[in-house]
């Protein structure tokens, strides 16, 4: 039996809903980065955005071994902007406060995923829920005031599924 056939229907649903997760994420942060007027935070959101769609093209290949057609990009990220709304209206912080009390919540089922998934999935499932861990690293160094807040999502735009259990 091949690889492929082994993955559950769950697994693989929940690939799917989780990768067009990532794409309408790519665009929450690109539409949000537009709204900002503070330059500064533009370009934070405009690097959120970034390791979004870094997470999700680190899953195409799974799509593609799994046989999965996500709907269009076009599509998701439509929606992904709609998304905005609800937070257009936050301040920076609120929006940090925001991230740190949402995106563990991510983590949680990007964990529950791994588990449900072939173990040879794991390398670019793993390399998925780091960005969750990074984008809550990033806010709670924001929280605290560090000008160094940037450099995990830095990191994780540097690596990719391969070499991030090796740095």
Same mark, same amino acid.
């Given at each position: %039996?091949?690889?492929? #056939? #082994? @993955?559950?229907?769950?697994?693989?649903? *929940?690939?799917?809903?989780?990768?067009? +997760?990532?794409?309408?994420?790519?665009?929450?942060?690109?539409?949000?980065?537009?709204? @900002?007027? !503070?330059?500064?935070?533009?370009?934070?959101?405009?690097?959120? +955005?970034?390791?979004?769609?870094?997470?999700?093209? +680190?899953?195409?290949?799974?799509?593609?071994?799994?046989?999965? *057609? &996500?709907?269009?990009?076009?599509?998701?990220?439509? #929606?992904?902007? #709609?998304?905005?709304?609800?937070?257009? !209206?936050?301040?920076?912080?609120? =929006?940090?406060?925001? %991230? $740190?009390?949402?995106?563990?919540?991510?983590? /949680?089922?990007?964990?529950?995923?791994?588990? %449900? +998934?072939?173990?040879? /999935? $794991? &390398?670019? =499932?793993?390399? =998925? *829920?780091?960005?969750?861990?990074?984008?809550?690293?990033?806010?709670?160094?924001?929280?605290?005031? !560090? &000008? /160094?807040?940037? @450099?995990? =999502?830095?990191?994780?735009?540097?690596?990719? @599924?391969? *070499?991030?259990?090796?740095?």
């Amino acid at each position: %039996m091949s690889e492929a #056939t #082994t @993955a559950s229907e769950e697994y693989l649903k *929940t690939l799917l809903d989780y990768y067009e +997760a990532e794409v309408m994420g790519e665009a929450y942060f690109s539409a949000l980065a537009d709204l @900002a007027g !503070d330059p500064i935070e533009k370009e934070k959101l405009a690097l959120l +955005a970034a390791v979004e769609s870094h997470a999700a093209a +680190a899953v195409v290949p799974l799509l593609q071994k799994h046989g999965l *057609t &996500p709907r269009s990009e076009a599509e998701l990220k439509a #929606t992904g902007k #709609t998304h905005v709304e609800r937070h257009e !209206d936050y301040d920076w912080m609120a =929006l940090v406060d925001y %991230m $740190l009390f949402r995106y563990p919540g991510y983590v /949680d089922d990007f964990n529950n995923l791994e588990r %449900m +998934a072939p173990k040879a /999935d $794991l &390398p670019e =499932l793993e390399f =998925l *829920t780091l960005h969750e861990v990074v984008a809550i690293d990033f806010a709670n160094m924001e929280k605290a005031g !560090d &000008p /160094d807040s940037q @450099a995990p =999502l830095h990191r994780y735009l540097s690596q990719n @599924a391969a *070499t991030a259990g090796s740095s």
